[in-house]
């Protein structure tokens, strides 16, 4: 009962007229902002920040969360119609949802989006109502031991992300982990890699990364097509029925909502995991469980509903943390920590007590913002799709342009911009020589938190690698990459022999 009424105060709350407007300015911005190529959630809540200061918490707050969350329905949008991830998390839709828009299925992925986006975050919200002081109880019981062995089984299951040699998974994860201790080690003080260029003693930008591996790079190789345009089913005044799912989409995938929406609300809570990290595992899970795993990367729609249902389910619950702990899973977070301390308000297990008309009313807000973005966003569906009318020769130029000027924004550095061109040329490479760029990406983002996570699980054994197997739960995510590994060998050998037989029989 006493839930109940928490939950009918939250959304009194939301529903105040000054908390509703502010919370449709958030997602409207984030909804824009997601959709412009390279302009970051990150830099856009820094600069409204300065403007909560005279705004009650609670609409600072729900402002900001819209501003979040808005961004990752945005963020796809963009993924699916250029091949640009605004953020790391996005960078699994590129592999399904660009190759259905190239066939022509624009309508039916961006339906997709905003469908699964809808439910991952719906589901995300209810366990964020029914089992946040659960949730962190368990959050509490995971230490560097156990972040390393989970983050661990990440990589391994990024290493299979890849669609032809596991080989060339495995090496594109190594390259990312290199990539990702570039900088200045915050245990010793010691630049690493820096190669003598100062710009790099605060690591490679992963706005930088993941626009020159994915935008660049295919602005790049399509660069013998600036004079055409993508052809899209039916001609003319785009019609209802091109906006419509394919006929058996949403059977085929609803699968796929429901293991990764199971996925970002468990990633979600955990403090430095998020969306990023679920989204990747919901692709690869997808992948490993299909009937036919060739067609990921070539326009599956389970590829696009996945890994966006993980996304937001996760960017739901990743505020369980934050808001319950204290502890930010990312910079994002950190920012939203930021605005409740500039309001006096103490982050941890006394907020939900204390202020439990900000945190129920942060709560519904998420809720009246999700459906606030499906209503905003489904009638522009049609206005999405028209982008692929637009002659490249056009469309990529502006894109380039948002995206020099979003990169150049999170720094003022112009050298982030020549990042941008040096991964693009680098990505473009790796197309050409079908590596893919999605598992580098995640070692990219996972390697300073397994290398920090390594180092003081060794200092709190000190030095005892035992510790690892010790723990129930780290053993637990252990055991679980070893059977991938093995089940990754099975497969490979398998393959083989069925080559040898099949090759035999032909020969006979």
């Keep these: 009962m006493e839930l109940l009424d928490n939950i009918l105060m939250g959304f ?3 529903f105040q007229p000054y908390n509703l407007m502010w919370a449709a300015f958030g997602v409207f911005m984030g909804n824009l902002i997601g959709v412009l190529p390279g302009m970051g959630v990150l830099a856009t809540i820094s600069i409204l920040l300065p403007l909560t200061y005279t705004m009650t918490p609670t609409a600072a ?4 969360a819209g ?3 808005g961004s990752q329905y945005g963020g796809g949008i963009t993924s699916i119609m250029l091949n640009m991830p605004g953020t790391a998390s996005h960078a699994v839709a590129c592999l399904d949802g660009n190759p259905l828009a190239r066939q022509g299925k624009a309508g039916s992925a961006l339906f997709m989006l905003m469908f699964s986006s809808f439910c991952g975050a719906t589901v995300g919200i209810l366990v964020m109502m029914l089992f946040s002081p659960l949730l962190t109880e368990v959050a509490f019981k995971f230490g560097p031991a156990e972040y390393f062995s989970m983050m661990t089984v990440g990589l391994l299951a990024g290493a299979t992300l890849a669609k032809g040699s596991a080989v060339k998974g495995v090496t594109m994860v190594v390259l990312g982990l290199l990539l990702g201790v570039v900088g200045t080690d915050v245990n010793s003080g010691v630049m690493r890699f820096h190669f003598g260029i100062m710009e790099l003693s605060d690591g490679i930008s992963l706005v930088a990364l993941a626009m020159g591996l994915f935008g660049v790079a295919d602005v790049l190789r399509n660069v013998n097509k600036m004079t055409s345009a993508v052809k899209i089913e039916g001609t003319g005044k785009i019609s209802m029925r091109s906006m419509r799912p394919q006929p058996g989409d949403i059977k085929q995938a609803r699968g796929a909502v429901l293991r990764g929406t199971a996925f970002g609300s ?4 955990l403090p430095g995991t998020g969306p990023t990290i679920a989204s990747f595992i919901a692709y690869a899970t997808e992948k490993k469980i299909a009937k036919d795993p060739k067609r990921f990367g070539r326009g599956a729609i389970e590829g696009v509903a996945a890994p966006e249902a993980a996304c ?3 960017s739901q619950t990743s505020f369980i943390p934050t808001m319950s702990l204290g502890i930010p899973g990312d910079p994002v977070m950190a920012l939203m920590l930021g605005a409740l301390i500039i309001h006096g308000i103490q982050p941890g297990p006394q907020l939900i007590s204390e202020h439990g008309d900000i945190f ?3 709560i519904a807000s998420f809720w009246v913002g999700n459906v606030l973005l499906l209503v905003l966003n489904l009638p522009l569906i049609g206005m999405w799709i028209k982008l692929l009318s ?15 000027v979003g990169v150049y924004s999170t720094n003022n550095n112009l050298f982030d911009v020549v990042m941008v061109l040096f991964f693009g040329i680098v990505g473009y490479l790796f197309l050409r020589l079908r590596f893919e760029a999605a598992p580098l990406l995640l070692g990219f983002v996972l390697g300073p938190m397994v290398e920090e996570n390594f180092r003081r699980a060794l200092l709190l054994s000190r030095g005892d690698m035992a510790i690892f197997v010790q723990r129930p739960i780290s053993a637990s995510f252990l055991a679980a990459g070893a059977l991938l590994i093995a089940g990754l060998v099975w497969s490979y050998y398998r393959g083989k022999a069925k080559k040898k037989a099949a090759l035999a029989q032909q020969q006979a």
């Design 67 to 69: 501003i979040y969350y």
């Design 61 to 64: 707050l729900v402002m900001l």
């Design 360 to 362: 129920w009313g942060l």
């Design 390 to 404: 637009v002659r490249y020769k056009f469309l990529y130029p502006t894109a380039l342009f948002f995206v020099c």
């Design 266 to 269: 468990l990633f979600g809570v």
């Design 312 to 314: 937001n389910a996760g």
């Design 12 to 14: 009194g709350v939301a």
